[in-house]
């Protein structure tokens, strides 16, 4: 951040605004976001979009394999993203400077945590719950014999507390604009592991269960 200073239309000089991005200038064209052209980056969700519309493959035209692909790639998308903002965590940590990335950070591995339990859905029944609970999606998959449930079990219900109604990491207040209930206290690095964990154990157990017993059929 930088003082830019602001003139009259005589030139003398009026004040002057603490930038949050000294980067992009007064003058800075905005630029048109979507494109039909190359572009450098390209994600899986695009380029799914683009097999299907290409017509390469017939799976490709069933909507519950072609939902499946994108949830589980956006599930690690999300997921890496987190480890990324990790990284810059653990740079400042111990600096005693305000983190930036933390809030932000467990919100993508909350997210990456429901898309996982709405991959497992579609596995085992073909649909997804039209919620963002975690605890309700994680109800509804009912795996309770799965290998590790309880501790699985436990960081649901973790993270549930930790953003109970889809507010805490999305908005800060309440739709009343009031302070919330939760105290946004929590140990990132244990989040990220926990949810590793999780990742490896319902896609071992649980996903791969109910893919290779559909092909079976």
Known sequence: ???????????????????????????????????????????YTVFMKQLRDAKVAEEFEDNNYYSREVISHLAIDYLYSALFLQKGIAEKRGKNVLSLYMIPCAYL??????????????????????????????????????????????????????????????????VKLEPLQE??????????????FFFNVVDEFIICKYRYKQKEK
């Open 109 to 174: 591995c909350k997210h990456s945590v429901e898309l996982k339990i709405k991959e497992c859905l579609l596995e085992k029944y073909g649909e997804v719950e039209n919620t963002h609970s975690l605890a309700k999606l994680w109800n509804r998959l009912d795996e309770k014999s799965v290998l590790h449930y309880e501790k699985l079990n436990s960081f649901i219900q973790e993270l549930e507390t930790i953003d109970k109604n889809e507010m805490a990491l999305r908005y800060g207040v309440s």
């Open 183 to 196: 105290d946004f206290i929590f140990d990132i690095d244990a989040l990220l592991n926990n949810t590793k």
């Open 1 to 43: 951040m930088s003082m830019r200073p602001r003139y009259d239309e005589s030139g003398k000089i009026i004040g002057a605004h603490n930038m949050i991005f000294d980067d992009i200038s007064d003058q800075y064209k905005m630029q048109r976001v979507l494109i039909d052209k190359d572009i450098q980056e390209i994600s």
